[in-house]
């Protein structure tokens, strides 16, 4: 089945310095990736949404300017938190939507990357 | 390597029918189990399960967990059209590693 990968799965930074988060669908081509935060009490916010070769959407209250996402192909997304700081520490998660094998339209989450700033 | 499977992939019933959907889990060093509800956009979180046995409940809505079985069901009473939607459940493990399964499309059809 379909698999989305994400690296690095931890990353524990110094604040002030920039992280970047890889999204890969490894099987299937990916028209639109999904980059969601996690919050205490497990819920998801969905932070922008990327289409490939095209600007990514932000939702009310994200930064552009400070997560950049960057979905330069069909099968990468990338997430770089700029400037981080110790408020950013998360869990981030990313998933894809594309079709497999001609089948419907399923959504695949990755494994999520824990961002810890110091 | 991780997994999560949830069945059906899809469920069409009618308004007041019950419903109940399955997730199986093989999770590395298995902390919880997640169910939530995707509608539009982000999931919305239902329940998380970490004791085996213990069913959760929030109106219509009940889950469990069978840890020996590595298993848990989201059940539905009642449903109503404003239930249709995409329900995720997902294992999380060591570090809060969380695996999600594809998802149970439901439709309610008055």
């Known amino acids: 089945g379909a698999v989305v990968s994400q690296h690095p799965s931890r990353v524990i930074c110094k604040s002030g310095t920039s992280v970047k988060i890889e999204c890969r669908s490894l099987d299937f081509q990916a028209t639109t990736m999904f980059w969601y935060r996690q919050f205490p009490k497990q819920s998801l916010m969905l932070m922008a949404t990327s289409n490939e070769g095209s600007k990514a959407t932000y939702e009310q209250g994200v930064e552009k300017d400070k997560f950049l996402i960057n979905h330069a192909s069909l099968t990468l997304s990338t997430l770089t938190v700029t400037s981080a700081h110790p408020e950013d520490s998360s869990f981030y998660i990313c998933?894809?939507?594309?079709?497999?094998?001609?089948?419907?339209?399923?959504?695949?989450f990755g494994p999520g990357t824990r961002l810890t700033v110091l | 390597e991780d997994k999560v499977v949830q069945s059906p992939l899809s469920l069409v019933v009618h308004e007041g029918d019950t419903v109940t959907l399955n997730c199986s889990y093989e999770?590395?060093?298995?902390?919880?189990l997640l169910w939530y509800k995707q509608e539009k956009k982000a999931p919305t979180f239902l329940f998380m399960l970490?004791?085996?046995?213990i069913e959760k409940k929030s109106g219509r809505l009940s889950s469990i967990l069978d840890k020996k079985e590595l298993f848990s069901i989201l059940n539905i009473t009642a449903t109503q059209t404003g239930d249709s939607a995409v329900y995720l459940c997902a294992g999380r493990g060591v570090y809060q590693k969380v695996t999600f399964g594809t998802g149970t499309k439901l439709q309610v059809i008055p």
């Open positions: 970490t004791s085996s046995g």
């Open positions: 998933s894809a939507r594309g079709q497999e094998g001609g089948g419907t339209d399923t959504q695949y």
């Open positions: 999770v590395t060093n298995f902390r919880s």
